[in-house]
């Protein structure tokens, strides 16, 4: 049975920098591809990265170039390092394994593969 647990959320600051992990079991992480997507309150789920399972790696418009998307296979872990954080970036940030990681899907999420619960991300002075 796939699970998946995000971790790493919490409140900082305009410009600072947060990493989030995405811990999942059930699965061998290398066959994969895994995604992080967001929701704001009002707004609609909204593709952030996404890593596939040969390591190609998409990210939203949004983001490019401040946030990085990494996996461990080993630890069966992926993380994803935000930096330059922006008070837009404030949302709820989920995980998704067993997810189609490519230009499409990322930009179109569905609601594909294995999700977590979540993890809170405030970003505010």
């Known amino acids: 049975q796939l699970h998946v647990v995000e971790s790493g959320g919490g409140l900082v600051q305009p410009g600072g920098s947060l990493r989030l992990s995405c811990a999942v079991s059930?699965?061998?992480?290398?066959?994969?591809?895994i995604g992080w997507f967001r929701q704001a309150p009002g707004k609609e789920r909204e593709g952030v990265s996404c890593?596939?399972?040969?390591?190609?790696?998409y990210y939203g418009d949004t983001v490019q170039g401040r946030f990085t998307i990494s996996r461990d296979n080993a630890k069966n872990t992926v993380w994803l390092q935000m930096n330059s954080l922006k008070p837009e970036d404030t949302a709820v940030y989920y995980c998704a394994a067993h997810y189609p990681c490519s230009s499409y899907y990322l930009a179109q999420p569905q609601s594909l593969g294995a999700w977590g619960q979540g993890t809170l991300v405030t970003v505010s002075s």
């Open positions: 890593i596939s399972s040969n390591g190609i790696t």
């Open positions: 059930g699965f061998t992480l290398d066959s994969y591809g």
